[in-house]
């Protein structure tokens, strides 16, 4: 076969994995942008902390504050994080998740590792390592080609 041809193929393959993980978030009403900000405030923001700021989720997303404004305030309205100013820099927000958006992440992390699960049944532990080993190629290819475009 061409390698045009595997390229193409490869492409598609890949594109209609991305397309079936956004699938999986809708089922749980969010957004893959928004399921991805709910993930980081879980895991940068202890139950004990005031929450973590709205620049600090635009650096992790990599895209300026007023990008992910909308997304915030479109959380905030579903009831699935609160926003609080800083008690240090008054200018500063502080965001966290509610018991319904630590409700909401849970539930998405269990369906989404359900699926993983299950894919490693279907797989075998042998052909999900080989996976693993191809995705591992694939990734330190497509970061050597970012690294150099840079």
Same mark, same amino acid.
């Given at each position: 076969?061409?390698?045009?041809? /595997?390229?193409? =193929?490869?492409?598609?393959?890949?594109?209609?994995?991305? %397309?079936? $993980? *956004?699938?999986?978030?809708?089922?749980?009403?969010?957004?893959?942008?928004?399921?991805?900000?709910?993930?980081?405030?879980?895991?940068?923001?202890?139950?004990?902390?005031?929450?973590?700021?709205?620049?600090?989720?635009?650096?992790?997303?990599?895209?300026?504050?007023?990008?992910?404004?909308?997304?915030?305030?479109? /959380?905030?309205? =579903?009831?699935?994080?609160?926003?609080?100013?800083?008690? %240090?820099? $008054? *200018?500063?927000?502080?965001?966290?998740?509610?018991?319904?958006?630590?409700?909401?992440?849970?539930?998405?992390?269990?369906?989404?590792?359900?699926?993983?699960?299950?894919?490693?049944?279907?797989?075998?532990?042998?052909?999900?390592?080989?996976?693993?080993?191809?995705?591992?190629?694939?990734?330190?290819?497509?970061?050597?080609?970012?690294?150099?475009?840079?």
């Amino acid at each position: 076969m061409a390698p045009a041809t /595997l390229a193409h =193929q490869l492409m598609e393959s890949l594109h209609h994995i991305n %397309k079936l $993980k *956004r699938t999986q978030f809708s089922a749980s009403g969010l957004k893959p942008n928004e399921a991805f900000i709910l993930f980081h405030i879980k895991k940068a923001v202890q139950p004990h902390e005031a929450g973590i700021t709205l620049s600090a989720i635009s650096r992790v997303l990599m895209v300026t504050a007023p990008s992910v404004t909308p997304i915030i305030q479109n /959380l905030e309205k =579903q009831d699935l994080i609160e926003r609080s100013a800083d008690e %240090k820099d $008054k *200018r500063a927000v502080r965001i966290k998740l509610t018991k319904k958006g630590e409700s909401t992440v849970n539930k998405t992390w269990e369906r989404f590792t359900n699926t993983y699960r299950e894919l490693v049944e279907y797989m075998g532990a042998e052909r999900t390592r080989e996976l693993l080993d191809l995705l591992a190629d694939v990734r330190a290819f497509l970061d050597q080609k970012q690294d150099n475009a840079d």
